[in-house]
């Protein structure tokens, strides 16, 4: 395995200056060329204009062109997937949340390694981004940068504070550990729906085996809020026999699928994808949602009533041992397939895109839904922190806090685990299939272990 620079190297021209908005090309082209990138659609318009004015941006820098295709979330998905498996690539992939499918393309040799763009600014990246960004090769058995990791993001508590106080509670009342802050608003669901409200609900859990994140994400806070966190360690093992990590499995499983039965989430939870979570709180079908990013909010910002007076963010309780609780967070960016035709335009491109004040701008005029993998800007630039924008602030202080990486950050076993929804396939088997929390994690664990069987590095 080969061990990834903290200092990195700055290659290529000058460093670009915090007060810049427009940087030069890393390498001179005698010809323009093309390259083409398939990127995400943004949860809000405005990450599209970003992503525009990027590519503008660079474009006019470097006289190369960047031929984008802007693909909804889910179709983005299954097209990378279907051209990593054909060979149909285009130069440049650029994903928000890669982790189903990153992991295994870099361990199955179909992506290049992208070391010499992230080194020009591995210095300043934040720990979780270049672990996010790091995979194992299962050909040439070494770990390598296969991500430029541009942005990242934290997973608050989306809530209807109007809702909150309609059903008599406060906010400054719940309780700060995980379970007693979750089961505060089990109660509201009651007396809402006694004033009208029929189809409300406590939360918006995605219990999803569907996916392709948002079930994942919730379960693993779960996990990591009973004591599960070395599920997996740093140094890729799966540690499914440790009696602690079991029982905060079986106790995740058993809180979630417990709120199901009891009515506390919507009932075609099971089926959801990551929209649908989001669009139930902007339908207030329930009170409390736990999701990443704050896009649930900013697609509501031209709804001054919405923004600023009813819907609240908040940040983590501490765990159910009244211990303050990591945050879990990976990294979004771009990574290059093996076969386009114009890597090294992709790479310069990554390279433009990777300067601070680059990457800065671009996710500001994204109105902050991902914060930066440099966290001296998040520190140094008054947006990311001004209390005048209600959610932005308490979404960004849980980046400031602890945070730990996605499990696929130390084996691309646990991508796979993600892409079959283990853990929503478990909650589905207490919930149709009659199985105890036990029974349905030790089938999943079953399944995790033989996943991993198939990735060994040294």
């Not at 200056?17 to 390498?27: D, F, G, N, V």
């Not at 990027?54 to 097209?79: C, H, M, R």
């Not at 740093?234 to 026999?241: R, S």
Request: aromatic share 12%; hydrophobic share 40%.
């Amino acid at each position: 395995m080969t061990t990834m620079s903290r200092r990195g190297l700055i290659r290529g021209s000058v460093s670009l200056a915090a007060t810049s908005t427009l940087a030069r090309p890393y390498i001179a082209n005698a010809q323009a060329k093309t390259a083409t990138l398939w990127v995400g659609q943004g949860f809000v318009r405005q990450e599209d204009a970003a992503l525009k004015k990027t590519v503008a941006d660079y474009e006019a820098a470097s006289g190369n062109k960047i031929d984008y295709s802007i693909i909804p979330f889910g179709p983005l998905g299954q097209k990378i997937v279907s051209a990593l498996t054909s060979g149909d690539v285009p130069d440049l992939f650029f994903q928000d949340a890669p982790t189903t499918i990153l992991p295994q393309a870099a361990w199955n040799n179909k992506l290049v390694d992208v070391t010499d763009v992230v080194e020009t600014q591995a210095d300043k990246l934040s720990e979780t981004a270049k672990l996010s960004a790091t995979f194992n090769n299962g050909t040439t058995k070494q770990r390598s940068y296969y991500l430029c990791p541009i942005k990242q993001a934290a997973t608050p508590f989306h809530i209807w504070g109007d809702l909150v106080v309609k059903a008599g509670y406060d906010l400054k009342d719940a309780p700060d550990t995980w379970d007693a802050f979750w089961d505060f608003f089990k109660p509201m669901q009651k007396k809402l729906r006694a004033q009208g409200m029929r189809r409300m609900f406590a939360h918006g859990s995605s219990l999803t085996t569907v996916g392709p994140n948002d079930g994942n994400n919730l379960f693993y806070h779960f996990v990591i809020a009973n004591g599960g966190q070395d599920v997996v360690t740093p140094d890729g093992k799966l540690h499914t026999d440790d009696p602690k990590v079991r029982e905060a499995f079986i106790k995740s499983v058993d809180y979630l699928t417990r709120c199901y039965k009891d009515g506390y989430v919507p009932e075609d939870v099971l089926s959801w994808n990551d929209s649908d979570n989001n669009n139930g709180f902007h339908q207030k079908l329930f009170i409390m949602d736990f999701d990443g990013t704050i896009s649930t909010e900013l697609a509501m910002i031209d709804n001054k009533k919405a923004y600023f007076e009813e819907s609240v963010t908040m940040g983590l309780p501490k765990g159910n041992d009244g211990k303050p609780m990591a945050g879990q967070t990976g990294a979004g960016g771009g990574y290059i397939p093996k076969g386009g035709k114009n890597v090294d335009v992709a790479k310069d491109f990554m390279k433009f895109f990777m300067q601070p004040a680059v990457m800065n701008e671009n996710l500001k005029a994204g109105l902050g839904r991902w914060f930066p993998s440099i966290p001296s800007l998040i520190k140094s630039d008054p947006f990311w922190l001004d209390p005048a924008d209600p959610h932005r602030a308490p979404y960004i202080k849980i980046a400031l806090g602890p945070m730990i990486p996605v499990f696929n950050a130390y084996n691309p076993a646990w991508g796979q685990v993600n892409a079959e929804q283990l853990w929503g396939r478990a909650e589905a088997d207490v919930i149709k299939n009659g199985m105890t929390p036990e029974q349905a994690v030790d089938k999943a664990f079953k399944r995790a272990e033989e996943i991993f069987t198939k990735f060994t590095f040294g």
